[in-house]
């Protein structure tokens, strides 16, 4: 079979805020699991753990995909699709970026997730910029 989409589900990271410049270190508290569409009229599958059921962003092979929109495509068919667990790979979706909202949603960002820290202080350290090697890695942003 040839790849059409592969899905990864979006969790939002919101809640109190860190002190970090960057945003992934701002924001260390996520919502328990992606958000999934419970009417049937919205919908886009059957099995309701379905990527269709949930928002999240996809990567597409061009040549076997018919049309994307913001959240979703639509592979050609014969494509095989792949849902890729958020707990593998995800989209985190930093509603508190812009100003504080995650508690307009039904469910919040309250679970600690400390896991872009370490990658946080890679990325810093490769643009040059100062590394706390002494700041815990549970709750302190690395720059």
Sequence with gaps: EKLGTVALSMIDFGGPPS?????????????????????????????????????????VNPLNVLGTLD???????????????WEVLRVNHYVDAMRPRSHEHHIKSDVPDFGMLETLKQLCSSFGFKVDANAPSDDTPAC
């Excluded at 970090?20 to 919205?42: C, D, K, N, T, Y």
């Excluded at 959240?71 to 667990?85: L, N, T």
Aim: net charge positive; aromatic share 8%; hydrophobic share 40%.
């Design 19 to 59: 002190n970090s410049s960057w945003v992934m270190g701002r924001f260390l508290h996520r919502q328990v699991g992606p958000i999934s569409a419970q009417h049937e009229l919205a919908k886009g599958a059957a099995r309701d753990s379905s990527w269709l059921n949930h928002f999240g962003a996809v990567m």
């Design 71 to 85: 959240h979703w495509s639509r592979s050609r068919p014969g494509a095989a699709d792949v849902e890729v667990p």
